[in-house]
Nanobody
């Protein structure tokens, strides 16, 4: 069955960095638009960053210049490098993959930015 498994979350101080990883299995990964979303308590899930099959990227205004999304099609992996983290980046981060009518989600990984 299709699986998206995130890793790399944790507790970090403001100004710190984390790198999230998402491993996808049982899909034609290179065809998928991959994205990272996040959901903070009491808030709606929002798009953080996305990357197309051709590696074009898109970022939420709140993370531009701080976060970088990348993919490795040979390994079926997508990454989110997060720098200069702020307390407002605290959320559960979800990996998403979409292609045609397919829309898959990971289980999420918690990122907490706090001193």
């Amino acid at each position: 069955q299709v699986q998206f498994v995130e890793s790399g979350g944790g507790l970090v101080q403001p100004g710190g960095s984390l790198r999230l990883s998402c491993a996808a299995s049982k899909i034609m990964f290179r065809m998928y638009v991959m994205g990272w979303y996040r959901q903070a308590p009491g808030k709606q899930r929002e798009l953080v960053a996305s990357i197309t099959s051709g590696s074009s990227t898109n970022y939420a205004d709140s993370v531009k210049g701080r976060f970088t999304i990348s993919r490795d099609n040979a390994k079926n992996m997508v990454y989110l490098q997060m720098n200069s983290l702020k307390p407002e980046d605290t959320a559960v981060y979800y990996c998403n993959g979409r292609w045609l009518t397919n829309d898959y989600w990971g289980q999420g990984t918690q990122v907490t930015v706090s001193s």
